[in-house]
């Protein structure tokens, strides 16, 4: 076989399906995919579909469907060979040596991947064994479920002194020392004599390709002394790991289907954004971002939201990520940057807040301009022209710097348009060099609009050569549309300012919302409830923290056996004393400060059991419905997003008016049962 499948899904990975129909018919965008007419026959109305993300193309008036291979058999009458010949010349990719050894290279590889099936078989089997318990604990602490754990295949490499285990079981299943070495298993060289397993006392993340084959290992130690503490497989004829991303195949699933591709740091991260409901996480493999890794997510979209911790080195993993991508920027290709809370990371911010703290900081994700903006004004002082003038400089270096020629032209025109509103003179129409506009004599001191300091930003403005047309710097010439937000007087802020305004930003100082305050006022004066309804309870979303919080406690209390009086009024007594004993005492003040009514009855003490019952599913019913609107409108801004028509602004506006009918709904909760007189009876 002289193109061998590895090859073969190369190619297919660097030449997008609409790259190579697009020279043949003329595209255009509809949603996730791409129309046009067909090319194998006469039509007026296209019927004939793109998708990237699934790699195939299918035209319905003929019925014909494939891959780019098929595509350019099909078009060209070109056999098999030749096809793949043509595609490797426009991808830049070599074509194989034809050799004798082809065959028994690639029945190599089959051998090589069987090796890696085995050894993950082998990590999550111990996981699972007594020997796993430390590990087992290790992500209960991280709330990984058992069964997040069997959904992402984790496993666990058995501690010291054990430094064979691994070894000897791949040995028993008849799998050669040489295998596992070169499968980066085993440690091997010159100055050790006898090969060791390589990970030991590690929890193991597989790492797989976008067959789902287990390609490669990384495996986090747990304990404090060890040099490294995440420890990935060595470069191997399987796995480079500049080339793959973690969770690559089921990303590239989910962001077909409409999930954002967002792009965290590690593998926790990913499984952390998986379980609240982001699909399309993924992760580098242990390094920076790197070129290939920036393909393979512009594959899967077209603009990747980068999250990254709010602290200084994610501000730097940040700017690294903005100027490698920088050069590549095509129309419509871009990143977007989303910056956590400071001292936070994805995995924090999903336990502590769920999905909904998580949408807030995607929400405020940034354009790359703003980032390379940010970086480039930070810190700095531009009070005499000639920092001004080394600010244009290098503000036009990033942007000759990107190979796309038109993308490029907007670049240095937003920059132009930054730079002259930032720098120009309160009043005046742009920059000094030019047209006479620079101010001779007793004029006004140079001050940036937008009420920038004067020792900062005084003196001229900037000169000649960054903006476009001969002779003329930023002035003189018509303005532009106007430009982004004028430079803050004060100190750089990695946070947008509608972040800072939300509740991830505003900690304790937001209140839980009406309805979960009064959900657990309702198991707190009524704990019968959890009887029935405990596991509905521990599945219920909470957006705050703090209702999180108050409910694993009201949980924790439910387990003393007190609560299991007959006595109402006892049970009730007895939650809130336990509650106070734990250490909830300010929560539950500021779940009671929560509920502006006194008027739903049903969730105060004294209640009967029937209203009890009564409100309680209606507030269930109501916080369900919510969220799952909340869902649903976050699925209806992307559908319009990529596809701005008529059906989908429909569609967004009915989620709105239904959300707004949940509202309405809701009042109604308030006054239940409230004339009925009825009071609890010993249950």
Request: charge should be neutral; proline fraction near 6%.
């Amino acid at each position: 076989m002289r193109f061998t499948p590895q090859f073969l899904d190369e190619l297919r990975a660097r030449l997008s399906v609409s790259e190579v129909v697009g020279k043949r018919v003329k595209l255009k965008k509809a949603g996730r995919e791409w129309k046009g007419l067909s090319p194998f026959q006469q039509e007026k109305t296209p019927s004939f579909y793109v998708n990237d993300q699934k790699g195939f193309y299918h035209d319905f008036s003929s019925g014909k469907h494939g891959d780019i291979i098929n595509f350019v058999m099909e078009t060209d009458g070109l056999p098999f060979a030749e096809a793949v010949e043509r595609l490797a010349s426009m991808a830049g990719l070599p074509l194989p040596a034809v050799t004798p050894d082809a065959a028994r290279h690639e029945q190599r590889r089959r051998t090589l991947h069987d090796v890696m099936e085995l050894a993950a078989k082998f990590f999550a089997e111990t996981l699972a064994s007594r020997v796993g318990a430390k590990a087992r604990g290790y992500l209960a602490d991280r709330a990984i479920s058992p069964a997040t754990q069997v959904q992402f295949r984790l496993g666990y490499a058995p501690p010291p002194p054990e430094r064979f285990a691994l070894k000897e079981h791949l040995g028993k299943l008849g799998v050669s020392v040489e295998d596992m070495i070169e499968t980066g298993l085993l440690v091997a060289g010159n100055d050790i004599p006898v090969p060791y397993d390589r990970f030991r006392d590690r929890v193991m993340f597989p790492i797989t390709d976008l067959r789902g084959r287990v390609i490669a290992f990384g495996g986090r130690a747990l304990e404090k002394d060890v040099p490294a503490k995440y420890l990935n497989s060595p470069e191997t004829p399987l796995f480079h790991k500049g080339d793959n991303l973690y969770n690559h195949q089921t990303a590239r699933k989910a962001t077909h289907d409409g999930a954002s591709l967002i792009v965290v740091e590690g593998y926790v991260d990913v499984i952390a954004m998986v379980t609240a409901g982001f699909p399309g996480a993924v992760a580098p493999l242990g390094t920076a971002l790197t070129e290939n890794q920036l393909a393979l997510l512009w594959k899967m979209a077209d603009e990747p939201i980068l999250c990254f911790d709010g602290d200084r080195a994610g501000q730097k993993a940040a700017y690294r990520a903005a100027d490698l991508a920088l050069p590549f920027l095509a129309p419509g290709k871009s990143l977007r940057f989303a910056l956590l809370p400071e001292g936070q990371d994805p995995d924090d911010l999903a336990r502590s807040g769920g999905r909904g703290a998580i949408e807030e900081v995607i929400a405020a994700a940034r354009p790359l301009a703003d980032m390379i903006w940010s970086r480039e004004l930070e810190g700095g002082n531009f009070a005499t022209p000639e920092r001004r003038a080394a600010l244009e400089a290098r503000i036009k270096e990033l942007s000759n710097g990107i190979r796309d020629e038109v993308v490029r032209r907007y670049y240095r025109n937003e920059f132009v348009e930054r730079l002259q509103r930032t720098f120009a003179p309160d009043g005046g129409r742009g920059g000094f060099a030019g047209r006479g506009n620079f101010r001779q004599g007793g004029g006004r001191a140079f001050q940036p609009r937008g009420g920038g300091q004067a020792n900062r930003f005084g003196g001229q403005g900037f000169g000649q050569g960054f903006g476009q047309g001969s002779g003329q710097g930023f002035g003189g010439g018509r303005r532009g549309p106007p430009g982004p937000a004028p430079l803050p007087s004060g100190p750089y802020q990695a946070a947008s300012p509608q972040l800072a305004a939300s509740p991830i930003m505003r900690g304790q100082r937001s209140a839980i919302s009406r309805r979960e305050a009064l959900i657990l006022q309702s198991l707190i004066n009524h704990p019968w409830l959890l009887h029935e309804h405990l596991e509905e309870v521990a599945a219920l979303e909470f957006a705050h923290p703090e209702a999180h919080k108050l409910r694993a406690g009201i949980i924790a209390a439910f387990a003393n056996d007190h609560h299991h009086s007959p006595d109402p009024g006892v049970q009730a007594e007895k939650m809130r004393a336990d509650i106070e004993k734990g250490g909830f005492l300010q929560l539950l003040q500021r779940v009671e400060g929560g509920i502006t009514t006194a008027a739903v009855w049903g969730a105060r003490e004294g209640a009967a059991r029937d209203d009890v019952l009564a409100t309680w599913h209606q507030l269930v019913a109501l916080h369900r419905q919510y969220h799952s609107l909340l869902r649903e409108l976050k699925d209806a801004e992307l559908a319009l997003g990529d596809d701005p028509s008529e059906a989908n602004l429909a569609w967004l506006r009915d989620v709105k008016a239904r959300l707004a009918a949940v509202d309405g709904t809701e009042a109604l909760i308030e006054g239940f049962g409230e004339l009925s007189g009825r009071f609890q009876k010993s249950v």
